[in-house]
């Protein structure tokens, strides 16, 4: 019996070794996406396309909701002069101008709305060359896994010579430490979608300057 538990011990001495070993052998990093992002021209320029579309169209979102304001104080102005079917009339002018308005709104700003999309279109091209960098390089150094820094919270602590992320950027011919978007912009087109008009316009991104310590 005695012999018995000692190979078992032995058994799962073992096998618990070579899962540390095992787990040893393998090799992990991260990037900061938002860190590359920052030091990419065409990310810079989607990024301003971006906002001046939103700008331009929070501005007409904000004209639709002027005009209504109007006609609301011109409707109570009058409401006392006016019959009961001509009161109906102004109203549903009124319902039906700021439903107009919420739907053009949603339409610009929503989760699937033309910000969303035109995002979509600029930014996908940028994320899918940084991706195949970051492939190339994990593929090349054997590593089981690329984090992301910028998108991981829960990353309570990082090594700095785990960051690969001037790697990427090499990767991709651009040089560490120049950083182009310097802005911290705010990605906030689905909150639009709901808020009042007339509170800012969608920024989308939340770049960072770079930082020092970044692996190479």
Do not use: C
Not at 126 to 147: C, G, K
């Amino acid at each position: 019996m005695m012999k018995a538990n000692s190979t078992i011990k032995f058994i799962f001495s073992f096998v618990l070794i070579v899962s540390t070993l095992s787990l040893s052998a393998q090799k992990f990093a991260y990037v900061d996406s938002k860190y590359i992002l920052s030091h990419m021209p065409e990310y810079v320029a989607a990024q301003k396309q971006i906002n001046e579309l939103s700008s331009e169209w929070q501005a007409q979102v904000e004209q639709k909701y002027t005009a209504i304001e109007q006609l609301e104080k011109s409707f109570q102005a009058e409401k006392i002069l006016l019959t009961e079917e001509m009161k109906k009339k102004r109203e549903a002018d009124i319902n039906e101008r700021r439903d107009e308005a919420k739907q053009y709104q949603k339409s610009k700003f929503g989760v699937e709305g033309d910000l969303f999309k035109k995002r979509e279109e600029l930014v996908a091209p940028i994320q899918e060359q940084i991706f195949q960098a970051i492939e190339d390089i994990a593929s090349q150094s054997q590593y089981m896994v690329v984090f992301d820094k910028a998108n991981h919270s829960n990353m309570l602590y990082t090594n700095p010579k785990h960051d690969i992320s001037d790697k990427v950027l090499k990767k991709m011919g651009l040089k560490p430490g120049e950083v182009l978007d310097k802005g911290d912009d705010k990605d906030d087109s689905e909150e639009k979608s709901d808020e009042k008009p007339g509170t800012g316009t969608g920024r989308p991104g939340n770049d960072r300057p770079s930082s020092p310590g970044k692996g190479n």
